[in-house]
T-cell receptor, first 113, second 115 residues
């Protein structure tokens, strides 16, 4: 069964450093998302992406964040200058056209020191 | 932002009995609801969903009920099995255009099924 994959599973970085989190959505899906979950809190929407552009973003998704689909399979989330409060699990999700169900990847645990 | 609420942080049931997980929402514009199950160190796994035009959807041991007037939905698992032990998230979406559905999640309920 196809699934969303994410790399790395755990990323440790120093405050102020740039990180890139990678996702490979399910191959016939065209809508992509990033969510995050800070420890002990809700899963929160960050951004949605379709047709090579951002469809919607939350107030969390400020100028420090960017997303890109650099090729036909990868979908990336970049944080330019990480802060301590960016430490969280980051989940990628995708869905196909005409479908309401989003499928999630296993997540990347980002730890900012 | 408390648009989707799961007021019970945890629930414990005996194997073979029914588990009922509850979820309330405040935004009447939500038109699609989903339940996800999550194990530690894994991503949310889709379980079952329901459109706002229905009041019940069933898939094997899992049934979701929607009461729009009360803005309430529930997930019933029967019979419960120890492997069902996980955190269950309720999520809601609002059709923001095309197939682009931003999900709003509840805080989750930790279900423990005791053998």
């Amino acid at each position: 069964e196809p699934e969303v994959t994410q790399t790395p599973s755990h990323q440790v970085t120093q405050m102020g450093q740039e990180v890139i989190l990678r996702c490979v959505p399910i191959s016939n899906h065209l809508y992509f998302y990033w969510y995050r979950q800070i420890l002990g809190q809700k899963v929160e929407f960050l951004v949605s992406f379709y047709n090579n552009e951002i469809s919607e973003k939350s107030e969390i998704f400020d100028d420090q964040f960017s997303v890109e689909r650099p090729d036909g399979s990868n979908f990336t989330l970049k944080i330019r200058s990480t802060k301590l409060e960016d430490s969280a699990m980051y989940f990628c999700a995708s869905n196909r056209v005409g479908a309401d169900t989003q499928y999630f990847g296993p997540g990347t645990r980002l730890t900012v020191l | 932002d408390q648009q989707v609420k799961q007021n019970s942080p945890s629930l414990s049931v005996q194997e073979g009995r029914i588990s009922i997980l509850n979820c309330d929402y405040t935004n009447s514009m939500f038109d699609y609801f989903l339940w996800y199950k999550k194990y530690p160190a894994e991503g949310p796994t889709f379980l079952i969903s329901i459109s706002s035009i229905k009041d019940k959807n069933e898939d094997g041991r899992f049934t979701v009920f929607l009461n729009k007037s009360a803005k309430h939905l529930s997930l019933h698992i029967v019979p419960s099995q120890p492997g069902d032990s996980a955190v269950y998230f309720c999520a809601a979406s609002l059709n923001s255009g095309g197939s682009n559905y931003k999900l709003t999640f509840g805080k989750g309920t930790l279900l423990t099924v005791n053998p």
